[in-house]
């Protein structure tokens, strides 16, 4: 089970930083992501980590976003900054562990004056 929080309403330009921990599963062993999505759109993926500690990010949120994980804790991390209007999603955290994915319940962000 993967339970995400830390969204909420945030200002243009702001910051937010999202937590998802899991349990039930060996946290360790799983590459973790965040993925959004806006109404109407498809779900996009933002920023994965690997087992290793490897990242990577969407060119839409490069140099802004931050994805980190700490296995003690079982707990991904998506710091945001700068945020942007566009930003505004439902964001989802996923673990995947071979072929077996598993995503979390969303959290939502909005990104508005």
């Known amino acids: 089970q993967l339970q995400a929080s830390g969204g909420g309403l945030v200002q243009p330009g702001g910051s937010l930083r999202l937590s998802c921990t899991a349990s039930?599963?060996?946290?360790?062993?799983?590459?973790l992501a965040w993925a959004r999505q806006a109404p109407g759109k498809q779900r996009e993926l933002v920023a994965s980590?690997?087992?290793?500690?490897?990242?990577n990010y969407s060119d839409s949120v490069k140099g802004r976003f931050t994805i980190t994980r700490d296995n003690a804790k079982n707990t991904v991390y998506l710091q945001m900054n700068s945020l942007k209007p566009e930003d505004t999603a439902v964001y989802y955290c996923?673990?995947?562990?071979?072929?077996?994915?598993?995503w979390g319940q969303g959290t939502q962000v909005t990104v508005s004056s």
């Open positions: 996923n673990a995947l562990e071979g072929r077996t994915s598993r």
């Open positions: 039930g599963i060996i946290f360790s062993i799983n590459s």
């Open positions: 980590i690997t087992t290793s500690g490897t990242t």
